[in-house]
């Protein structure tokens, strides 16, 4: 194990933003991340622990303690029952395992396609798009428990997956380090394209797609909207969805379906667990007026997106939080809606 000192963090970051990590250790195994954990409590340093950095905002001064990064490596698969298990490392980069699983013809992933991050980060926020989320065909996450130093598997009823929620996010916030994730897959299964982009796509073809048609064509839309990292797409420069879509009651959604900015359109509502209403946080922020390409500083709106926040080139944290602020206090202005942020933040 390695430990260096004052690594700048904004380059492990998709939105370029964020000051040094005064510890920054990278783990390859269990071993090494045991081994960085002892040294923390060592030194009474703080843990956080990084992954593909894509889903986090760091703030200009970094982080004060260690940076832990995942990097184990890996991808098993074993058939069991009537579906093949993928077991991968913490730090497998996502679209590869996605990429792995539809060369072996295995259905249940293929819609996230693109997301960047690692494996380890997936049941974090219980990440998905298109019509699918990991919750679906995770069966086992194995952690490091940093209170114990134990290694645990926790099945998927133990992760408490919801809408871009999981333990690991909420209740048991910093208490597991996720080292595994074994995906139950559907070998020969068609893909799944519910979603009304990817039936757009598929609208004028004859035949049912492939899963690596389904893949190519969710790539392809994701990169239409900058949703996909490219390094010459400066949209791309974010931390993806910057807003959580709001779920609210019923009661709630009329009494926002009846004020002035709704006379034309109703807000688009999708079912929610327990009757609950889930609205569109990217309707929400441009009926406020934050269309795409609003903001003429460092920071604005994508052009390309309405929800993704982006460093224009040369941002600082700080500009990302008051352009963040901004948006929340116009929303809650018009709609009296409070916005809640996707990424996580980190040193502030
Ligand atoms: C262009 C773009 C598009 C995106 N599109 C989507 C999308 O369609 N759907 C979606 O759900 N998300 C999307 N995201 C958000 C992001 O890609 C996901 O949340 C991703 O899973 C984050 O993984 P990461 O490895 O980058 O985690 P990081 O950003 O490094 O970390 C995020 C959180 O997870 C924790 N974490 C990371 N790894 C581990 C680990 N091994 N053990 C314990 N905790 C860990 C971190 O401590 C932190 O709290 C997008 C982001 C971008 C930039």
Redesign the pocket.
Known sequence: MQILRDIPLASY???KVGGPARYFVEAHSETEILEALAYAREHSLEV?????????VVSDAGWHGLVLK?SILGIDTVPKDSRLLFTAG??ED?DTLVARSVEHNCAGIEC?SG????V???P??????YGQ?VAETITTVR?IDVTSGDTRELSNSECGFLY?TSI??TSQKGR????RVSYALLPGRAPRFEYADLKRYFASSSSSPTLSQVRNAVREI?ASK????APNEEN?R????FFKNPIISPAEYDRIASLPQCVDQNPPRYPAPEGQVKISAGWLVEKAGFHKGFGNGRVGISSKHTL?IVNRGGATAAEIVEFKNRVQQGVFKVFGVQLHP???FVGF
């Open positions: 970051t998709t939105l956080f622990v990084l992954g593909g950095g894509s889903n986090l995942i913490a730090g996502w996230m997301i960047p991050g690692t380890g980060g997936t974090v926020q219980n990440v998905g798009a989320e952690v871009r690991f996010n597991y380090i996720v080292t994701r900058a949703m996909l990292i791309s974010s931390a993806g969805s993704a996707e990424p996580v």
